[in-house]
Structures are given as structure tokens and as C-alpha cells.
């Protein structure tokens, strides 16, 4: 591992520009004998952290000449008629990606949504036949968050071979294949996966060197979890109540910032850190998914 000062800050608003310059001058290349790859995101209903991640991906699409249209639904939009909706972009051969905002509302089962994803067009990575590829060690579309932690590791030159890990947090977007990616032949680290179930997290927590949050509970981790000079990667993204802010909130990771980052090695920062990544590694996917259809 690269050497920092304590609380080095993992910089995801530099790391995210960097790769939204270099997927921006791939499509430059690509748009000089091909169309600009294009996204298609579906939302439904109306629950403002999903608008604002839409929108967010929206603007960033903007930036590196991708191009979007977003089919926004009513929430009480049938289970059947998204599926119709999905079928039909898988087969249109203007859409080169599909992105189905989660969580969709509870009377339709996201299992059968991302099922029915054209797995070529599943720039999330969430279908099981992409999941397959990366739990086997050749993923074609990596899940954005995971792919964006990995690739600040990689950046900072933080190698995570042979570290004790845990990750807090098991869901399929963020956990499970975060573990996977970590745990492969060429990062090589030594992986546990810890859950609201588990006895004695904080034992766990404290013998981490590279401890990755993502559960949902803002500020959860204290310093009193964390091993001296740790990596430490922040994926929540929590609102609570701030009168003092404009907006009546502010944003919050799963980690109490002020209390661990000067018992960490490096940390990521929320805002400005994994979030951010996250879109960006949206982009890159969808470029990869433009490249797959032109060769198809
Ligand atoms: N909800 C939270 N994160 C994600 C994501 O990466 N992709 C989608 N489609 N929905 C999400």
C-alpha cells in the first residue's frame, strides 16, 4: 500500500472527475464512426433520493456525451407493465443500456425487473447472469458501486492483498459483490461479510484493515470500531434533519467522520467520496455496453 498521512482523504470528486475525462474521450473516439452510446433509465414513483440519483446520472451522462432518456412512472405503475416497458428497450436498437432505479415500489418484485433485463444491456450488472460472471471472475458489467470502491483502492494505490476485510452490509447491489471482486485472484484480500445478524460486530470491525460500511444507519461506526490506521470506505448515504441547513438535511455516512478519520490511514468522505464514484462507474459501463452492441 501506498504510504499517507493519518486520515488521508480518499478523493471521490478528483477520482470520479478522472474517469468522467477518460470515458468523455473514449466516446469522442467512438462518436467519430459510431452513434453516442446511449442510457435509458426507468424510475417509478417518487422518492426523492431515487430522482436525485436519476438526475444526477443524468447530468453526468450530459458531461461525457452520453445520451439518456429517463421513463418516469407513477408508483402505482402494475409489475406487468414495467416488464412490457423493459422488453421494450431490450429490443430497441437505440438503447445500448437499461437502468432500473431501485428500490421499486413493494407490489413489484425487482428479481423479476432485473430478470428480464437484456443481460448486454444491464449496465447495473444486477442480473444473475452477470452476477454469475463476476462471482466466477469475468464480469462483463460490474456493479457501479463495488466497481467504484475497487477502482479508488486501485487509484490511491492501496492494494488490498492479503488485508483483513469486512464489509458491514449484504445486499446484492453493494456487499455481496463487493466481497466477490475483493476476494478474487487479483486483489486477494481475506473477506468477511458482516450483517444486522451478526454476533459482535464491533469485534469484527476492530481487527479490519480495510473496513467498508454500507448499511444504511448514519454515523453507526464510531472510532471505538475501528483498528489504528485503517482504510476506511463510507457507502451510506444518510439524510438527517439539520435546521441550520437550507434544505432541512444534510447528508451523513454510515461512519462518524469526525470521530474515526484521524484513527484511519485513508477515508472516503459523504459527501464527495463513494456516491460519486458510483455514477461515474455508470458511464463507463454504458460505454462498454455501446462496444458490445456494435460488435453483437
Ligand atoms: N439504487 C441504489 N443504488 C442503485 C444503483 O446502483 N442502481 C440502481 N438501478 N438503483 C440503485
Request: aromatic share 4%.
Amino acid at each position: 500500500m501506498s504510504d499517507s498521512k493519518p486520515g488521508t482523504l480518499i478523493d471521490g470528486r478528483e477520482i470520479a472527475q478522472a474517469i468522467r475525462d477518460e470515458v468523455k474521450a473514449q466516446i469522442e473516439e467512438w462518436t467519430e464512426a459510431h452513434r453516442p452510446p446511449f442510457l435509458s433509465a426507468v424510475l417509478v414513483g417518487d422518492n426523492p433520493a431515487s430522482k436525485a440519483y436519476v438526475r444526477g446520472k443524468e447530468q453526468d451522462a450530459a458531461e461525457v456525451g452520453i445520451e439518456t432518456n429517463t421513463h418516469h412512472y407513477d408508483s402505482d405503475l402494475s409489475e406487468e407493465a414495467l416488464l412490457d416497458t423493459v422488453r421494450g428497450l431490450n429490443g430497441d436498437p437505440s438503447v445500448d443500456g437499461i437502468l432500473v432505479q431501485l428500490p421499486l415500489p413493494d407490489h413489484i418484485d425487482d428479481r423479476a425487473v432485473i430478470d428480464t433485463i437484456d443481460p448486454k444491456k444491464d449496465v447495473d450488472g444486477f442480473h444473475p447472469a452477470n452476477l454469475g460472471r463476476l462471482m466466477r471472475g469475468n464480469p462483463s458489467f460490474v456493479p457501479a458501486t463495488p466497481y467504484g470502491i475497487v477502482t479508488m483502492l486501485d487509484r490511491c494505490g492501496i492494494d488490498p492483498k492479503g488485508m483483513d476485510t469486512v464489509i458491514v452490509g449484504r445486499s446484492n447491489i453493494v456487499g455481496k459483490p463487493l466481497a466477490n471482486l475483493l476476494m478474487q485472484r487479483d486483489r486477494n484480500a481475506t473477506v468477511t461479510v458482516c450483517h444486522s445478524r451478526t454476533k459482535d460486530l464491533a469485534a469484527h470491525t476492530r481487527r479490519a484493515d480495510l473496513l467498508v460500511a454500507a448499511v444504511g444507519q448514519a454515523e453507526m461506526i464510531g472510532a471505538d470500531m475501528v483498528k489504528n490506521g485503517a482504510v476506511v470506505i463510507d457507502v451510506g448515504i444518510n439524510r438527517v434533519d439539520d435546521a441550520s441547513n437550507e434544505r432541512g438535511y444534510r447528508l451523513v455516512g454510515d461512519i462518524d467522520f469526525e470521530e474515526v478519520r484521524p484513527k484511519s490511514s485513508w477515508i472516503t468522505p459523504v459527501p464527495g467520496g463513494v456516491g460519486l464514484m458510483t455514477r461515474a462507474m455508470l458511464l463507463k459501463n454504458t460505454m462498454t455496453a455501446a462496444r458490445l452492441h456494435a460488435t453483437a
